[in-house]
């Protein structure tokens, strides 16, 4: 049973940096990879691909919020992170880690993934 836990999440005003992260337990995958996730949900209806990393590395992001996260992940698929900086008050929202095994065609879809954590609050004024 795969468990997502995010962490990292609070206040900050506009301009500043936030890292957020998500532990990972449970894969028992790990030779074949997967593809994980960061999404928002807030005052959006649906929740909002923000950026991606896949088993090889290569990384998607929201096209609002290039050249100001960054995500990450290290080897093991423990921990994935984001990295936030000049952040917005547009950017405020839940944010969720997500992760499915192997790859996806389109990997800022919500519908491709398979595990979510339960999100962290993240607050920009």
């Known amino acids: 049973h795969v468990q997502l836990v995010e962490s990292g999440g609070g206040s900050v005003q506009a301009g500043g940096s936030l890292t957020l992260s998500c532990a990972a337990s449970?894969?028992?995958?790990?030779?074949?990879?997967?593809?994980m996730a960061w999404f928002r949900q807030g005052k959006r209806y649906e929740r909002e691909g923000v950026a991606s990393?896949?088993?090889?590395?290569?990384?998607s992001y929201l096209d609002s919020v290039k050249g100001r996260f960054t995500i990450s992940r290290d080897k093991a698929w423990n921990t994935l992170i984001l990295q936030m900086n000049d952040l917005k008050p547009g950017d405020t929202d839940r944010y969720f880690c997500?992760?499915?095994?192997?790859?996806?065609?389109?990997?800022?879809?919500?519908?491709?993934?398979?595990?979510w954590g339960q999100g962290t609050q993240v607050t920009v004024s």
């Open positions: 997500a992760a499915t095994p192997g790859s996806a065609r389109f990997s800022l879809r919500p519908g491709e993934y398979v595990w």
């Open positions: 449970g894969y028992t995958n790990r030779g074949g990879g997967y593809l």
């Open positions: 990393i896949e088993e090889y590395g290569q990384t």
